[in-house]
């Protein structure tokens, strides 16, 4: 149920909002293109593990990736962190978060704030973080030669891990650190908007995910959306040589966390 809390003099009165009326504004809130970002969010995400969930959002942006979770996929609400201070977002970014907010009512929590100063005692379902973490984890230097940088990714991924629920899963978007594609579009991309050498490999994180204790990483290179409807051609796309020749993306989902790993670890500090 979504609600919206407004005051009437000195009254606090809740309204309940109407699901039609919601996707109504969401649909004049989203930015030109939508239609397109949605196919890949349904393309690449599985709406089974997201609805009904509350979902952690990490470096969530303008909230669209939380606002078309509640909104498309069913999610029970959602919690966008975001130091919206660059590193990928501009000044205006929050303020569209702000309107969504208005828009989505109590469903939607935004928290400003450093990913790395980020704790909670909340337990999520569906821990998201979409072209996200290379801004957080920012390195010409690859994880294996940046061991510090690598313990540091490893300790934030064991508070993600005791931030989900026991069958809640962190899955998240990122891209190589190389793009050879003979396609223009992507060729340009990564010459003149994306700086890859600044990304990680998906091994680079994987490792870091086992050794903070999750027990299954799984690896995907999802086939370029436009293939969405060709599902049997998809296995011809799923390995690196291909994810680097087309969009660079790839798609890691880790579960099964060690809890009593977290607690050992929460009891050390
Ligand atoms: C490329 S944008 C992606 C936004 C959104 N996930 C999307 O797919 O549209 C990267 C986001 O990560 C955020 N970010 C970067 N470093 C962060 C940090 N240390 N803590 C929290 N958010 C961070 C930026 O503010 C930005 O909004």
New binding site residues.
Partial sequence: MFTKQYWTGSLRKTAILKVEEIRKEFAGWVSPGYDYRLRILRHIFNKKDIEGQYVLD?????G??SGSFMVHFGASGATA?????G???DVS?YEQIKTLQSILGNKLKIIKQ???NFFTEDKYGFIVA???LH??AESKKTLRQDLKLEQKIVELFKRIGGMLKDDGKFVFFDLARRNYSPIPRYRERYKTVVDLSTKQDPWAWMSALRKAGFRKVRLRYPAPVVLDRFKFIHWLFNNYLMCILTNSGYLIEASNFKKEYNKLYQEAE
């Fill in positions: 990490i470096g969530a942006g303008c669209e990736t962190v975001d130091s919206y201070e590193h990928g977002s970014t450093d990913i790395w979409i072209s996200s801004h957080i």
